[in-house]
């Protein structure tokens, strides 16, 4: 099952089928990182953790690596019922 949605989330990405919100906006830019670290660290990474217990629907915390191939970033998204993925913060891991 995972293995399906991190592909369905992969191909919201390489089709620019996905939204970020303002907070991942604002994280993204504190952590110096930029929108093609979050688009890399999806593509490469994997499901760590999901969270079932928001009405909006599951969220998904991804851990991939930036393009740099050396940073290591959790992105926290949910796939909406339009297939649109929206990613909603992204942090460098330390």
């Known amino acids: ?3 399906q949605i991190i ?3 992969r191909n919201s990405i390489k089709s620019g089928n ?3 919100t303002y907070h991942a906006v604002e994280e993204t830019a504190e952590d110096g990182l930029e929108i093609c670290d979050i688009e890399s660290a999806i593509l490469n990474g994997k ?3 999901k969270e079932k217990g928001d009405p909006r629907g599951i969220k998904y915390t991804i851990k991939g ?3 740099d191939l050396a940073t290591p970033i959790g992105v926290v998204g949910r796939l909406k019922e339009t297939g ?3 990613i909603i913060t992204v942090y ?3």
Request: a positive charge; hydrophobic letters at 50%.
């Open 47 to 49: 499901i760590i953790k």
């Open 92 to 94: 460098k891991i330390t």
């Open 1 to 3: 099952m995972s293995r």
């Open 7 to 9: 592909e369905k989330i």
């Open 18 to 20: 996905y939204d970020v």
């Open 84 to 86: 649109v993925f929206l």
């Open 65 to 67: 690596l930036g393009t």
